[in-house]
T-cell receptor, first 114, second 115 residues
């Protein structure tokens, strides 16, 4: 069965600092991995996805993530945080079926302070 | 294309009442998913439709829950005899035909509060 663990339910950074949000996965099949962002009282928006092509994936808003099979990780980074990045971030793995049923982590709330 | 639309955005109901939520997916998407998100948690899968066929139901979907997708277009999720534990955000997502790497687009959700 597939599962996702996000280390750190809350992360706080200064504006302009590096953002690092951690995600580890478990998958019985080659994984497809996703990062979503959720703003208050909103749905989820896809930031980026890994689908077995390049291991370094670039997404929207300056975010990127690196797939490391040996570490079963897919950490999300951004070189310089902006106030508008404050939100909740979810890592997800696609279940092994033929469609995109997602298994989500518990989420990491990112706070950005001046 | 206005994306995935969910109505209502908010619903407050008394315990024991029935509620129904609606989801209008992106028009060309034949796959539709329902998720439930409780406070401080990630979304949890409830059910999946391909066109009008409901192909998977989670164990989270008790007998009080029913979902339909007539004619393979919009979908409804009904909860009968609501309980306080049903309070959550209910999210709908849709995707086009493709493998498990295909992006799912989410609606803004319906927040249910059972009092």
């Amino acid at each position: 069965a597939q599962s996702v663990t996000q280390l750190g339910s809350h992360v706080s950074v200064s504006e302009g600092a590096l953002v690092l949000l951690r995600c580890n996965y478990s998958s019985s099949v080659p994984p497809y991995l996703f990062w979503y962002v959720q703003y208050p009282n909103q749905g989820l928006q896809l930031l980026l996805k890994y689908t077995s092509a390049a291991t370094l994936v670039k997404g929207i808003n300056g975010f990127e993530a690196e797939f490391k099979k040996s570490e079963t990780s897919f950490h999300l980074t951004k070189p310089s945080a902006h106030m508008s990045d404050a939100a909740e971030y979810f890592c997800a793995v696609s279940d092994g079926g033929g469609y995109n049923k997602l298994i989500f982590g518990a989420g990491t709330r990112l706070a950005v302070h001046p | 294309d206005t994306g995935v639309s969910q109505n209502p955005r908010h619903k407050i109901t008394k315990r024991g009442q029935n509620v129904t939520f609606r989801c209008d997916p992106i028009s060309e998407h034949n796959r539709l998913y329902w998720y439930r998100q409780t406070l401080g948690q990630g979304p949890e899968f409830l059910t999946y439709f391909q066109n009008e066929a409901q192909l998977e139901k989670s164990r989270l979907l008790s007998d009080r829950f029913s979902a339909e997708r007539p004619k393979g277009s919009f979908s409804t999720l009904e909860i009968q005899r609501t309980e306080q534990g049903d309070s959550a955000m209910y999210l709908c997502a849709s995707s086009s035909t493709g493998g498990r790497q295909t992006e799912a687009f989410f609606g803004q959700g319906t927040r249910l509060t059972v009092v």
